[in-house]
């Protein structure tokens, strides 16, 4: 079976907006209205075959605002044909040309140009709350435009839901206020269809499908700060509070919080955060940080809420402490991609690590290494060693010189025998020693060789 042709973009638009139940195009304009683009030029005829050589034909416009003056008119130039420069908004009006003070023709000017294609895009603050649609605008558009918006449920033989949208002028944005009947279900999908229009032309936008529960998007935590814990110096507690829009007490929330300290650039995030606080226990010593926490829905559906407003603070700083004045000290060390790395874990300071027991541990442990004494202690015990090993190399030295001088000979010296320096001792006699089994007693003379006083010596 053959394909049938495409239709025509004009055609699928007119469909859309059929399906829709409204069409989208121009605004119906009468037929003394005339339509000038914004920057052009346009020219006003009075007569078409012109009127007599001696008969001066004028012009005059409504001031805007006239019906609230009284009807006021401003003259302008004479002639059959009124030419008019570089339109604004505000030339439109309407133009009037007089022949004696007579009128003969009367036209209505329209100073506007085609509206923007409407990109959409809705949200719901809250489960018992309407959804709200949107789009914004690149410029301001012409005060004859209008917007409207039609919600119905997809597949289903009903007539879509109208409603008007409103222009604000500080955001630059057309914003539709969805009604949702009470009980409606948040799984069943709902087709938005948009509609732009003005005198210049009229644009429809895509059609969005969407559900209840997947456009949830809470507004941002309120009422954030930041505290430092007494004698907990990497230590921070973040507060928080719920935004006015969400009621917890049937819906909760789920929070996601970011932090750095302020000469960092990047954040650190803490996920799947279901209270109203949060301590931080891998903060900078004494540096002053960037706090910001942001919510969803508890079960995951929806968006995110914008982050909230920037909090400070900074942790709490023993003034005794001499690290204060070597700059911050932190846990963390930062990479080459400017991420941050290991955090050392509050496990390894002990159970008391919140009151400050784990914290001592690493203060003494800085102050030990920074405190200047270590490094004089240390200076003079290596000069201290350094002397005594020059002393020992320069003794042995010394000693191995001597001795290689006195060992030195005369070359051709013969051997020498040694010579006793005292006369050979006498004879012993054969008789053996009587020893006396007990220890001499001083003074006392014991006679055990009689041969020594016979001797003759």
Known sequence: MARPPPLPAALLLLAAAAGAGQPCGPAGLSRDTVLGRPGANITLTCRDEGPAANVTVSWQVEEQGAAAVGGRRRRLAEGNTLLLKRLRYDDSGRYSCYVGGHPLRSLRLLVEEPPETPRVSCYRRSHDKDVLCEWPLRAKPSPGTRAMLWVKRRFAAENATEQRCRYF?????????????????????????TCVNNGAGGSAGEDRIITLSSVLKPDPPLNVTVEALEKAPQWLRVNWSYPSSWDPRFYWLRFRVRYRPEPAQAFTEVDQVMTTWLDI??????????????????????????????????????????????????????????????????????????????????????????????????????????????????????????????????????????????????????????????????????VTNLDYFFSGQ
């Not at 002028?169 to 269809?193: E, H, M, N, Q």
Request: proline share 10%; hydrophobic share 40%; with cysteine.
């Open 281 to 446: 226990r891998d903060a900078w010593r004494g540096t002053r940080h960037v706090v910001q926490v942001r919510a969803q829905e508890e079960f995951g559906h929806g968006a995110w809420s914008e982050w909230s407003q920037e909090a400070v603070g900074t942790p709490w700083t023993d003034p005794r402490d001499l690290t204060s004045e070597m700059g911050p000290f932190s846990s963390q060390f930062p990479t080459e991609d400017g991420t941050y790395g290991v955090t050392l874990p509050p496990e390894l300071f002990g159970e008391d690590a919140a009151d400050g027991a784990g914290v001592a541990v690493v203060e003494a442990s800085a102050r030990s290494v920074a405190s200047p004494y270590a490094f004089l202690v240390a200076g003079g015990s290596l000069l201290l060693g350094m002397t005594l090993f020059l002393g020992i190399v320069v003794r042995y030295w010394q000693t191995w010189r001597t001795d290689g001088q006195r060992g030195a000979k005369p070359e051709g010296e013969g051997q020498h025998m040694l010579v006793p320096l005292a006369p050979p001792s006498p004879p012993l006699s054969d008789t053996p020693l009587l020893l006396s089994p007990s220890s001499p007693v001083a003074g006392a003379l014991h």
């Open 169 to 193: 002028s500080k955001a630059r944005k057309f914003v539709c206020r969805v009604k949702v009947p009470p009980g409606a279900d948040d799984t069943k999908p709902l087709v938005v269809s």
